[in-house]
């Protein structure tokens, strides 16, 4: 399954990238400019959805300064499938959140089941305040009572199975800095 070479890493041959590194960089750029404010607040918890979270997650880090614990919690849909089915928690919220701000990172806003999920799980856990940050949102439809996240790099994306940043293809490809495709696929 691979074909095309990028920066020593060998995509799908019939990969097509939506999104440059350069725009994701500047993406997350707006969102730690958003988030600034909110961490130094103080007392915030990033909690890193994983495992698309991950990149996101390190991707702010390295944008925000000040005093803030980071952590994270585990739910999945896919599975490595390219289709979501039931959430399945690996790692609840941690009981560090309880009486703080957590900041919940994750990659992609679909059909926002995921983050829902985790929004009300944050709260169960005892957190202050929840605020949510995803780095893409994708252009689909919702169910409705689904809320938007609250902080996005205002990148969008199209009705498609995307990888990288985050993302992955098959469990693969998550670490690539620009979003890709599949020509010819879609969800």
Not at 41 to 61: E, H, K, Q, T, Y
Not at 124 to 142: E, H, I, S, W
Not at 165 to 178: A, E, F, S, V
Request: charged content about 25%; proline content about 4%.
């Amino acid at each position: 399954m691979s074909g095309v070479k990028n920066n020593t890493v060998m995509l799908p041959t019939n990969a097509e990238q939506l999104l440059s590194s350069t725009a994701v960089e500047a993406g997350f750029d707006v969102l730690a400019r958003d988030l600034t404010p909110l961490v130094a607040a103080g007392d915030a918890v990033l909690l890193g959805v994983m495992n698309g979270g991950v990149v996101p997650l390190v991707r702010l880090i390295d944008r925000l300064s000040g005093d803030y614990a980071i952590s994270y919690c585990h739910v999945t849909r896919y599975r490595g499938r390219m289709s979501g089915g039931e959430l399945e928690w690996v790692r609840r919220p941690p009981d560090e959140i309880r009486g703080r701000h957590a900041i919940v990172v994750d990659d992609v806003f679909d059909a926002g089941l995921t983050l829902q999920a985790v929004r009300r799980a944050c709260h169960d856990a005892g957190a202050a305040r929840v605020t949510t940050a995803v780095a893409f949102v994708k252009d689909v439809p919702r169910a409705d009572g689904v809320d938007d996240p609250d902080f996005t790099t205002g990148l969008r994306l199209p009705d498609r199975y995307v990888f990288g940043c985050g993302m992955d293809l098959h469990d693969r490809w998550r670490q690539l800095r620009g979003i890709y495709a599949l020509r010819g696929e879609s969800d």
